[in-house]
């Protein structure tokens, strides 16, 4: 079946990189996406990549490798906001298990 | 900007009532689509419609049924509640885009079956 496996959670202090994990057992898809979910909150859109490579949009980048089945979210400079739960997508069909980030100050 | 809205925000059911949950988006977009998230895992496709007089089963249909009423609304409907049924809904719309795709949620249903 389809999978996509996150890490339950990560932790890192304010100002730090983090990168968040996404191996997937699927295949053709169009691209994979990264959503940001705070408590009790609504996802929401934060990158994409339909290619292989790399995808900046601010502190935040995401990578994409076909030929290895993963992908990964990098968050830099980290503030507190960022601690929050983040999902990793395959089109608009499956989603990952979703990684708590909590970021320490 | 409304966006995606769904309504009711909360709500208790007992086992065996039925109810619609409605969702409305006003972007434009022709595909929506409903999710559930059962507390610590990710959303799960319940069903989804591609456009207007369209639409699928997702990953987790059963109970449920939806209706595309319009480009705008897209409703799911329990017939009869069960408590595995309790659990957080989002409807959502999608934008395509020439470099992908882009999910807009709402605000999510928040659903109790005692």
């Known amino acids: 079946g389809q999978s996509l496996e996150q890490p339950s959670e990560v932790t890192a202090v304010e100002g730090a990189i983090v990168q968040i994990n996404c191996t997937y057992q699927?295949?053709?898809?169009?691209?994979l996406s990264w959503y940001q979910q705070h408590d009790g909150g609504a996802p929401t859109f934060l990158s994409y990549?339909?290619?292989?490579g790399l995808e900046e949009t601010g502190r935040f980048s995401s990578f994409l490798s076909r030929s290895d089945s993963y992908g990964y979210l990098l968050l830099q400079e980290l503030q507190m906001k960022d601690s929050a739960s983040y999902f990793c997508?395959?089109?608009?069909?499956?989603f990952g298990t979703g990684t708590r980030l909590k970021v320490l100050a | 900007n409304a966006g995606v809205t769904q309504t009711p925000k909360f709500q208790v059911l007992k086992t065996g009532q039925s109810m619609t949950l409605q969702c409305a988006q006003d972007m434009n977009h022709n595909s929506m689509y409903w999710y559930r998230q059962d507390p610590g895992m990710g959303l799960r496709l319940i069903y989804y419609s591609a456009s207007e007089g369209t639409t699928d089963k997702g990953e987790v249909p059963n109970g449920y049924n939806v209706s595309r009423l319009n480009k705008r609304e897209f409703s799911l409907r329990l017939e009869s509640a069960a408590p595995s049924q309790t659990s957080v809904y989002f409807c959502?719309?999608?934008?395509?885009?020439?470099?992908?795709?882009?999910?807009?949620f709402g605000e999510g249903s928040w659903l109790t079956v005692v």
């Open positions: 990549n339909a290619l292989d």
């Open positions: 997508a395959v089109d608009e069909y499956i």
């Open positions: 959502a719309s999608c934008r395509t885009w020439t470099s992908g795709n882009t999910i807009y």
């Open positions: 699927t295949s053709g898809f169009y691209g």
